[in-house]
């Protein structure tokens, strides 16, 4: 899966997300948002990348991305957290509306707001509606996604022993540019 890049600068992803903001402790800048992505990662807060790339990517390579990130720690993922990357899979390859309710109801139906839990909330509040089928459409406000994708890569992160968590994180955000750049 490939995704373009929405915004040509970081200023731009803060003015259209004014979430991020709250959730970036780094101030907002007019550099190019791949440069400040990567200035990010050698900042103090190597955090704040991950939350930048889940805002700077469109919602559904955000889900995907987040599921390749915990793909590669199979072995710190719970037994629910690997059922519930299947059915985020299932909806980034056929992103239909009855996936993205499957996913929804994975996510709320966790007894336990794992990085997994985290990634299916995140398929599932990126289009539609939250509401169950038949009930008044209530769409999702649009930072949802991204602060799920956040909870569930960092979630995923803090399991990671403290010497292999900046590689792990520096991994993660390069291949979140590489689903820009493809």
């Known amino acids: 899966m490939s995704a373009r890049l929405r915004f040509a600068t970081a200023q731009e992803l803060f003015d259209a997300f004014p979430t991020a903001l709250e959730d970036i402790g780094a101030a907002p800048s007019d550099r190019p948002s791949l440069d400040y992505l990567r200035d990010l990662v050698s900042s103090p807060t190597p955090e704040d990348a991950i939350t930048f790339c889940a805002y700077l990517l469109p919602r559904r390579a955000a889900v995907w991305w987040g599921h390749q ?6 072995d710190l993922l719970t037994p629910q957290d690997h059922e ?3 059915v985020v899979e299932g909806w980034v390859r056929e992103p239909e509306e009855d996936q993205r309710y499957a996913a929804l109801d994975a996510g709320m139906a966790a007894p336990a707001k794992t990085p997994g ?3 299916a909330l995140g398929a599932g509040w990126s289009g539609g509606s939250m509401a169950p089928p038949g009930m008044a459409p209530v769409p999702p406000p649009p930072f949802l996604t991204a602060r799920a994708v956040n909870a569930g890569v960092l979630g995923g992160l803090a399991r990671v022993a403290i010497k292999q968590r900046a590689a792990i994180l520096s ?10 750049e493809s």
Do not use: D, Y
Request: net charge positive; hydrophobic share 55%.
């Open 171 to 180: 991994a993660c955000v390069t291949m979140g540019v590489r689903l820009t």
């Open 84 to 86: 519930l990357l299947q």
């Open 117 to 119: 839990a985290w990634l």
């Open 69 to 74: 990130c915990l793909s590669h720690l199979p």
